[in-house]
């Protein structure tokens, strides 16, 4: 994802929805460091609504914090460990 749609993201979406679920501005945004999440315009812009909500620092180099990520790592390889492999995505559903 570009940095200017990102942007349009959270100008868009993001910004209203913070106003709404927290409008004393205690709120916390979190972000990785994705490119698009460090670019320059994104880091101003959030640095100009500091008072509306805060965003969470995310160290460099970190590992993966997201539990979902692990969760699908753990289902592919059960998947590709079926013997006979699941053709295709209807069988498996019918078979769960």
């Excluded at 940095?3 to 979190?30: E, R, W």
């Excluded at 509306?52 to 539990?67: C, G, Q, V």
Aim: proline share 9%.
């Amino acid at each position: 994802m570009k940095a200017a749609n990102y942007m349009n993201i959270i100008t868009d979406q993001l910004h209203s929805y913070m106003a709404f679920v927290f409008p004393t501005g205690n709120g916390i945004f979190q972000q990785d460091n994705a490119p698009c999440h460090k670019a320059r315009i994104v880091l101003e812009w959030f640095e100009e609504h500091t008072d509306e909500f805060h965003l969470m620092s995310w160290p460099p180099n970190s590992p993966d914090l997201n539990p979902m990520e692990h969760i699908w790592d753990v289902m592919e390889r059960q998947l590709r460990a079926q013997t006979p492999p699941c053709p295709n995505i209807s069988i498996f559903v019918t078979a769960a």
